[in-house]
């Protein structure tokens, strides 16, 4: 089947770190997605995990662990403009892309 | 600028009223896809072409009609539609082998149904 669960809304302040986790149940997988979308913009490509471990990207990174269907999108030195939506997707074996709903993250000053 | 265009970018339209809703790629890619949008929901997959042969149609209902001239081109055109349809309807696409580099979305395209 095809489950996947992210929290549906954080709140952080500026300046700080914050963490959006993902879970995901499969029978298969080819990787896994974040992309970040701005209220009525594009979603936009963050990250893709195929092997376990951290993927850092200037202030963004992405751990990913495969045997624990975890992963988790880290954010440090908030700026207001990351106030955003965070979805993530992981691919099945039929390399389609399935999604979470998504995590509204609000930044405040 | 994703590289990615859709049109219009908001669409108010009747119940039976006939609509279509447009999107344009010039990134070389060779696979093009329709996704509906609806608040805090999962992104819906409701079409996929690759190298114009459509390859993927999740049970949409017959109102929903796409179409693909070439690569670079993606319609989807809207009969009688209900309600419950109102949601962002985004354009993705991307190269056969995409795996690490992902879809590149359009802004989409926000859609009432009165």
């Known amino acids: 089947g095809q489950n996947i669960d992210q929290p549906t809304e954080m709140t952080a302040t500026e300046g700080a770190i914050v963490q959006i986790n993902c879970t995901y149940q499969?029978?298969?997988?080819?990787?896994l997605f974040w992309y970040q979308q701005h209220a009525g913009e594009a979603p936009t490509f963050l990250s893709y995990?195929?092997l376990d471990g951290l993927e850092e990207k200037g202030r963004f990174s992405s751990f990913l662990s495969r045997s624990k269907g975890y992963s988790y999108l880290l954010l440090k030195e908030l700026q207001m403009k990351d106030s955003a939506s965070y979805l993530c997707?992981?691919?099945?074996?039929?390399?389609?892309?399935?999604w979470g709903a998504g995590t509204k993250l609000i930044i405040k000053p | 600028e994703t590289g990615v265009t859709q049109t219009p970018r908001h669409l108010v339209m009747g119940m039976t009223n006939k609509k279509s809703l447009k999107c344009e790629q010039h990134?070389?890619?060779?696979?093009m896809y329709w996704y509906k949008q609806s608040a805090k929901k999962p992104l819906e997959l409701m079409f996929v072409?690759?190298?114009?042969?459509?390859?993927e149609n999740n049970s949409v209902p017959s109102r929903f009609s796409p179409e693909c001239p070439n690569s670079s081109h993606l319609f989807l055109h809207l009969h009688t539609l209900q309600p419950e349809d109102s949601a962002l309807y985004l354009c993705?696409?991307?190269?056969?082998?995409?795996?690490?580099?992902?879809?590149?979305f359009g802004s989409g395209t926000r859609l009432t149904v009165v």
């Open positions: 993705a696409s991307s190269q056969e082998d995409f795996h690490s580099s992902g879809y590149t």
């Open positions: 990134l070389g890619h060779n696979a």
């Open positions: 072409y690759n190298f114009k042969e459509q390859t």
């Open positions: 499969t029978s298969g997988f080819n990787g």
């Open positions: 995990n195929v």
């Open positions: 997707a992981y691919m099945d074996s039929n390399y389609q892309l399935i």
